[in-house]
Each structure stands twice: as C-alpha cells, then as structure tokens.
C-alpha cells in the first residue's frame, strides 16, 4: 500500500518535521540558540498538532462513536500524565502543586474555552444545535463530583493541615476517581452507548465517506501516537522560553501552566471545534467533556501513586478564587447544556468566565 495515495503526504511528513524539531531541541543549543531554536520548535509542535488532528479523525472514522473520541481523549491524557509525572519526579518537592495547576487549567480550558468556542462556532453557522442531554448530563455529574472531591475537598479535610491529603485520604480518593471514570466509560462504551451517539448531520461529508480501512487505520494510529508524543516532548522543550517570557511580564507563574495545558489540548480542541462546524455538536462535546473526565480521572490516580510511592508531599485543593470559578464554570454548564439544544448564547456565556479566568490569572 502507498501512503501517497492513502494519506497526505504532509500528513504522513507531520510526526517526522515535529521529531526532527524535538531533535534540534536536544542538540540544537550547540548549533543555533535563543529566538531561532525557538521558531524552530514551534514549527514543529503546529506540525505535529495539525497532523495529530488529521489522524484522529482518521481513527474515529474507522472505530466510529463514541470509541473515536475516547482514543483521542485518553491517547493526550495518557501522555499529558506521562509529562507530569516525569515533571514531578525531576523538580521534587519544588513541584507538589504542578499536578494540581495542570489539572485545574484543563478543566477550565475545557469547560469554558473549548464548549464556548464550539458553540459558538456551530450556533453561528447552524443557528440552533441539538445533541444527546442524558449523555452530557452524565459526564457533567461525574466531571462535577471528581472535580470537587479532588480539587476543594482537601482544603476542609482536618486529619492533615493546608490543602492536601494524608496518605490514606489520598489513596481513597485515588480510588474514587478510577472507579468514577471507569465507569463513566463503561456506560460511554458498552452500557448506554445510544447516549453518545450523534445524529446524522446532513451534508457532512464524514458521515458519508466509506470508512478507511483497517490497516491505514492502524497507520493513523501509530502516528497519531507519535504526533502525541512529539507534541507534549515540544511543549516541554519550550517551558524555560515561557517562563522566561512570564517573568518578563511579571505574570504569575500559574500562567505557564494555563499555557502548556492549552497546546497540550490543541488537538482535541481543533477536532472538537471542526465537529461543532460541521453540525456534529454531540461528537463535539464527546471530546471536550471526555478530555476533562480523562484529564482528571487518569492524573489524580497516577501522581497519587507517586506521592505514596516517593513519600512528596502533593498539594490538591486550589484557592478560593479557582474555587468561585470551578462552581460557577460547573453551575453554568449544568444549566447551558441542560436543554438539549445550544444556541451562540451559550457560547458567549462560556466565553466570557474564561475570558474571566484568563485575566484573573495575570491580574490576580
């Protein structure tokens, strides 16, 4: 089989300009540095999200929903524990709140930013879109409840003083996360999966193009898998650059975690905003919200494994305005995607609080 006639060479090239990107940023130092190293990894890590997109929707065609949105969603996550994890292990007790900032971020990138772009994007265009609400409803609740009990929870637990866990709360609370995500999944996948299922949207050429076939499939995974990886290793490479640039601007330091969370869901953002385009909104918010589930549900667990294992300290709870925020974001989720049926007035809703969590993030 040719690639060139199966795939788009640019599509097929992506995951190779983003390794050779990561590469240089290894050995680059010793040949070209400062602004040019810079530019160069960020032409990678655009490559290597463009390309990521492409071969997700590939996979999705081929596996069908909700089974495509999940392999995106845990695929980012899996890899965006992998960097926090190896983050953490580095820094040492220098990084017992990295978990904590990363997770808070991506909920609100997604809850606020994602759902109020897709949104607004498909009300624009459809005027009036509908979606599955039993299926929202229960990634809602399930989002709303780990969210709570790992995020604020810790802040009025008195067995340990501060806003973390003793050994034993964490390890409960670990296991309270795994079962509520699996079975999230569960009910997503195999229970319930009509919840999930979105309507035909007429017109949309996805729908009815012939799936690819099994072996491009497995093809697209591997570079999606690759695309990932290069993604998140990119993002990393350009952490002292956007730490430096933060310092420059006197901004708080939690700015560059909202940032690296942002390009680390760049590529579920762009799926999910091109589904929402394309009338698909239940395919939409399957990625957005089953981002979060997965963002929350898999990292809790995995560095409350290393905190036990390591003995460091890991400091949950988020402070009282992240928690006004939290609230809010939840509460107008729970009532914009209540309905069924989303119009730009619950885009712009959405927006505007992460428009808010934005500025209160430089401007505290």
Not at 140 to 152: D, E, F, K
Request: charged content about 10%.
């Amino acid at each position: 089989m040719k690639l060139s006639s199966q795939l788009p060479i640019w599509a097929v090239m992506g995951p190779v300009l983003a390794g050779v990107a990561l590469v240089f940023s290894w050995v680059g130092p010793a040949f070209a540095g400062g602004w040019v190293l810079d530019v160069m990894l960020v032409a990678g890590l655009i490559t290597g999200i463009l390309a990521a997109v492409f071969h997700a929707e590939v996979v999705a065609h081929r596996v069908g929903e909700p089974y495509g949105t999940l392999v995106l969603a845990i695929s980012v996550t899996a890899i965006e524990v992998a960097l926090i994890v190896s983050m953490m292990m580095s820094a040492g007790e220098a990084a017992t709140g990295l978990a904590r900032d990363t997770v808070f971020a991506s909920i609100m990138i997604i809850l606020n930013g994602m759902v109020g772009i897709c949104l607004l994007a498909g009300g624009q265009r459809h005027g009036e879109q509908s979606f599955s609400q039993l299926g929202v409803s229960a990634a809602l609740a399930t989002l709303a409840a780990i969210s709570v009990l790992t995020l604020v929870l810790p802040n009025y637990t008195t067995t340990t003083m501060g806003p973390v866990y003793s050994s034993s709360q964490l390890t409960f609370i670990a296991i309270v996360s795994v079962v509520l995500y699996g079975t999230f999944v569960l009910v997503q996948t195999v229970r319930h999966r009509d919840y999930f299922l979105p309507a035909v949207a007429a017109g949309d050429p996805q729908i009815h193009a012939a799936p690819p076939s099994r072996k491009l499939a497995m093809l697209s995974t591997a570079l999606l898998l690759g695309c990932l990886v290069s993604v998140v290793l990119l993002a990393k490479a350009l952490t002292p650059a956007l730490e430096a640039a933060v310092d420059k601007m006197d901004a708080p330091k939690a700015l560059v975690g909202i940032i690296i969370a942002a390009v680390v869901l760049l590529p579920e953002s762009i799926a999910a905003y091109q589904a929402a385009r394309a009338n698909r909104l239940q395919t939409s918010l399957n990625l957005a919200l089953g981002s979060a589930l997965a963002s929350i549900g898999l990292t809790i667990p995995a560095v409350a494994v290393v905190s036990l294992v390591t003995g460091m300290t890991l400091s949950l709870g988020i402070d009282e305005k992240s928690t006004v925020l939290l609230v809010l974001s939840l509460i107008v989720a729970t009532l914009s995607l209540g309905t069924g049926r989303t119009t730009v007035m619950q885009g712009t809703l959405h927006l505007v609080i992460f428009a808010v969590y934005l500025f209160t993030a430089i401007v505290p």
